[in-house]
């Protein structure tokens, strides 16, 4: 299956305002091997953004993805977007809960074994600290 060249260029590209993504980095025997993307995409009619996150299997529940998505939800609030939309599976639990850590106030619309997410986000504050569990931003 092939994509598009105006989706894979969509995808490459990052102004780091509109569209940015972290990745996850772990050295492996000197190598640098990528276990994670989380990334957005601004919806330019409004200061609402699409996230997607993806990690590798061995890698979940070990606090990496919730760390990456606060850090993006960082970013993001610091250009101007007030919430993440994202489409999930019903049964990606780990997602939800990397949500829910995220936002204290996720909308969930279920249609077709797809869960409909929307998560407002924190205002912005200079004293965040993605790692930081306790902070709920």
Known sequence: KHLPQEQVQ???TLDYE???ALVGLL???GRQKM???VRYFR???TTEAEVALTLHDHYQR???GTYLMRYL???ATDHGITTFRA???AGNAGMMRVFQKLSRKVEVESQNGIQKVRLPLPRASASFNPGDEQSNP
């Open 10 to 12: 969509r995808f490459v």
């Open 18 to 20: 509109n569209d940015m």
């Open 27 to 29: 050295s492996i025997e």
């Open 35 to 37: 276990i994670a993307v």
């Open 43 to 45: 919806d330019p009619a």
């Open 62 to 64: 070990r606090g990496i």
């Open 73 to 75: 939800a960082k970013v």
């Open 87 to 89: 489409e999930v599976l």
